[in-house]
């Protein structure tokens, strides 16, 4: 028995490669609904699969036991409360944090953090665009820093406000070329600056990492440079609570606090948001899942049009062969072995236009990855979903055709010309 099946296997295959031999322009034209479906679907879950893991690293890299009081809410603003309002809350202080890390018992690290942008240079190596990252005592604690070269931030430079900085390896690169950075000066709006460590490289992100670019420097520095009274300037105070301390209890010790720092009435409407990591996640995996049924309904159109591509070559095929199939059936070949001939030979078809639509998507993402300069891939085991999809169409499609097939009478399909 297993050896009979065994040829039905082979057998189907031969037929399958010979239909798309002979008839060449014909197969390809009825596959390429499944081609462009498979390519559709695998290709965008490779892309998404791709963005989930980049956005995941960079969600990872902002600490998942972190709580950050901002301006703005990551979660997306209300739609009952007006747009306005955001706009006219006061940034997030250094002076809040140092009354926050007084007042927080739930609290490990009370730190601030300052953002602002600007042209940095070097001799004549100029770069726009470098952000400078205000920060104060414990980032190092509480962030992930990764040093190729020299030291973090210390205490005393923290405490002072020393002219000294951390630099991201895209300004290494681009301000000191060869050169080794430690202990050179550069320009960041016409204050000099020591450079005292280097980041191991972030490396290119669509969602867009933001070290490779960056100076850290002591917040007390910060701020003889950037206007912190500025409505627009980006700050965030981070909190991260004792290992004991649950995050939503400390959660709650910070949203009181800030009520009070804020002089807020009870039953007043808060002016500051304080911002999870899981919040990202949850934003995200709704657009996640958009994109996944976007592409499922694109891809499941075209892999409906490429089952009937399939039935169509199975129709031809089955016309063609009407006199082989009355002598199998005169042979004693039974209507089941039939069915199962033509059923292997469908699957067969379909798998053709699967590897074709994944040759696609492998040379997609491999184009993708060197225009974006960020890592795609193709999993196996979304490979694995692109066969298992089109064999289940061609099993599908190839169930009429099939079944007229093994109906057909032995006398009657011997004298068919």
Known sequence: MLQRWTLLLQESFRMALGALRTEKLRAFLSLSGIIIGIFTIIGVLAAVD????????????????????????????????????????????????????????????????????????????????????????????????????????????????????VIGDGVARKLFGGLNPLNRTLQFRGRSLTVVGVLAPEGRSITGGFSDESLFVPYNFFRTVINTRHPDLFAQILVQPKEEVPLAAAREELQGAMRALRRLRPGAEEDFSINQTDMLMRQTASIFAVLNLVAAIIGGFSIFIGGFGVANILFVS?????????????????????????????????????????????????????????????????????????????????????????????AEAMRSR
């Open 50 to 165: 791709s963005l989930r893991r980049d956005v995941r690293r960079n969600i990872d890299s902002l600490g998942s036991q972190l709580l950050y009081v901002s301006k703005w809410p990551w979660s997306g603003m209300d739609s009952g409360y007006p747009w306005w309002k955001y706009l006219s809350r006061p940034v997030p202080t250094w002076q809040e944090a140092r009354e926050l890390r007084l007042r927080l018992t739930t609290a490990r690290h009370v730190l601030f953090w300052a953002e602002a942008s600007g042209r940095a240079e070097s001799g004549e190596q100029t770069l726009d665009n470098v952000r400078l990252q205000g920060i104060t005592s414990g980032f190092a604690q509480v962030w992930q820093v990764r040093l190729a070269s020299g030291r973090f931030l210390s205490e005393a430079e923290f405490q002072s406000g020393q002219p000294v900085a």
């Open 318 to 410: 089955v016309k063609e062969r009407t006199r082989q199939i009355g002598i199998q059936k005169a042979l004693g070949a039974t209507p089941g072995f039939i069915l199962s001939q033509f059923l292997l030979e469908s699957v067969a078809l379909s798998l053709a236009g699967c590897v074709l639509g994944l040759l696609l998507v492998a040379l997609g993402v491999k184009v993708a990855s060197g225009f974006l300069g960020f890592p795609m891939t193709l999993s196996v085991a979304n490979m694995s979903l692109g066969v298992l999809i089109s064999s289940l169409t061609g099993l599908v499609a190839g169930i009429w055709p099939a079944r007229t097939a093994a109906r057909l009478q032995p």
